[in-house]
């Protein structure tokens, strides 16, 4: 019996119930994937082609996250693409614009450009990132020890041109090239850049 099934057997009571743990649905795993396991929990996104299209868009956005150069290997992040999908729908209802700060290829944004129909909303999306990994300047020295410069050689070669080419497809979003000092300027008047560009 693992942790996870363990700590269910303690929740639920184990067969005080009168239902054995083991054949109680909430003490199997439902998903495992990206750092996150759940017990017992829906999984019908997986099901929803709509979904699956608009995951498999993003995942082939050329991005080198996790994989190799050219791969197109999925690198299993589907509830978290689900859980920005079902805030993307929400926020779609309400005033305002949407804005990413981090970009790279669009894996998220392109997935959710997809999903929500992105071409049918009267906004804009904003899509903020250097296009060329973290700013070395904004990389602290124990991030450093630990390692993180080299996530800009493996993971974020430069990406605008992919970028722009995989946005193509839905006009309203602007790719802007800017690191984050500029960027959470313009962020905090999203309706403001907005106005003035159109
Ligand atoms: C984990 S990736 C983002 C993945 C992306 N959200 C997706 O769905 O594929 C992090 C991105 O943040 C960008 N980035 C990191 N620091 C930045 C900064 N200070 N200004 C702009 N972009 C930055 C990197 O270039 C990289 O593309």
Sequence with gaps: MGFGQRIARKVLGG???GVAADDNPLTQISYDGHGLKTYGQSLDFLRDA???SAYRRGMDSGHQ??????????IGIRWRVQIT?????HASRLP?????????TGMHSLAICEYVNFNDLDKTFWLFDTFEGIPADQISESEKQWGRSSENANFYPPCYETA???FAPFPRPASLK?????LCLRCSFPRLLTSRST
């Design 65 to 74: 996250i996790m994989r190799p150069k050219g791969s197109r290997a999925d």
């Design 96 to 104: 305002g614009d949407f804005v990413e700060c981090g970009v790279n």
């Design 50 to 52: 709509r979904f699956l």
């Design 164 to 166: 722009v080419k995989n």
């Design 178 to 182: 800017a690191s984050c000092p500029t």
């Design 85 to 89: 999908c079902w805030a993307a729908h």
């Design 15 to 17: 067969t005080r119930s």
